[in-house]
């Protein structure tokens, strides 16, 4: 819906340079502000001060920057702009709907292991991944499925 008005794409695409440029400042702010050790110490005893509105609002700008950043450069690569194919774009919002189940469930078991984070960052990405497209499977052959997680009906792109 919110792409709906073009005016804010011409935003999006305007603003790249300078989200960019603002990402870039606010990860430099956040590594010098040393975000990972202010947030443990927060969580520890969390107290809503100056302090507290101050890196809050610091990720706040430095996640929008990206998100201007993410949007800016869809809107510009020619391969994010290609339509999905009629059966994937058919599932689309099942996919959407089941996916975070599906993350949780995988991250309930892999965080329990003992490897490194990043090992488990990989198995939970492709993991949730693998496992919510196969469960699509069958939403696409199963009409009730389909339709109770928002699917398109067959012969209307899926």
């Not at 040393?34 to 001060?49: G, N």
Request: aromatic content about 10%; overall charge positive.
């Amino acid at each position: 819906m919110v792409f709906s008005d073009q005016r804010l794409t011409a935003a999006v695409r305007r603003d790249l340079p300078i989200g960019l440029a603002v990402g870039v400042v606010g990860l430099a702010a956040l590594v010098a502000a040393d975000f990972p050790e202010w947030l443990e110490r927060w969580s520890a005893a969390p107290s809503y001060s100056w302090d507290y509105l101050l890196m809050e609002g610091l990720y706040a700008v430095y996640a929008w920057s990206w998100t201007v950043v993410a949007l800016g450069v869809g809107g510009r690569v020619k391969w994010f702009q290609t339509p999905l194919p009629p059966a994937a774009g058919g599932l689309a919002l099942p996919f959407y709907v089941l996916h975070q189940p599906v993350i949780l469930a995988v991250a309930f078991v892999v965080v329990q292991g003992s490897a490194a984070i990043p090992v488990k960052l990989a198995l939970v990405l492709v993991g949730s991944f693998v496992a919510t497209a196969a469960l699509c499977g069958p939403v696409r052959r199963i009409r009730v499925l389909r339709a109770l997680l928002g699917g398109r009906p067959p012969g209307d792109g899926g």
